[in-house]
Nanobody
């Protein structure tokens, strides 16, 4: 099993930046696709970004392209989400997730989940 812990959330003004980090346990971390989801108040959880096990493939929703960057360091068992030019609509609880493939990750069928970290962007 994979254990995930997020950190780095907080309160920031519009236009500012935050860097979220997800620490994973276990020797099998490098075998998993990793990603970030978010859930705003009153809305469904949505996919934000994902990265393949090798780090060669990344995917983002259109609303964050050019602003967010996902990366991973398999030696440190971490995956990060650098968020720049933040907007009020980015406000949500952000969740780290892991799965055996990118397809499985985005389908949310067999994901491991972190507890979430709050990101609040003020206008």
């Amino acid at each position: 099993q994979v254990q995930l812990v997020e950190s780095g959330g907080g309160l920031v003004q519009a236009g500012g930046s935050l860097r979220l980090s997800c620490a994973a346990s276990g020797r099998t971390f490098s075998s998993y696709a990793m990603g970030w989801f978010r859930q705003a108040p009153g809305k469904e959880r949505e996919f934000v970004a994902a990265i393949s096990w090798s780090g060669a493939g990344t995917h983002y929703i259109d609303s964050v392209k050019g602003r967010f960057t996902i990366s991973r360091d398999n030696a440190k068992n971490t995956v990060d989400l650098q968020m720049n030019s933040l907007k009020p609509e980015d406000t949500a609880v952000y969740y780290c997730a892991a799965a055996r493939s990118l397809l499985e990750l985005r389908s949310q069928s067999s994901n491991y989940w972190g507890q979430g970290t709050q990101v609040t962007v003020s206008s």
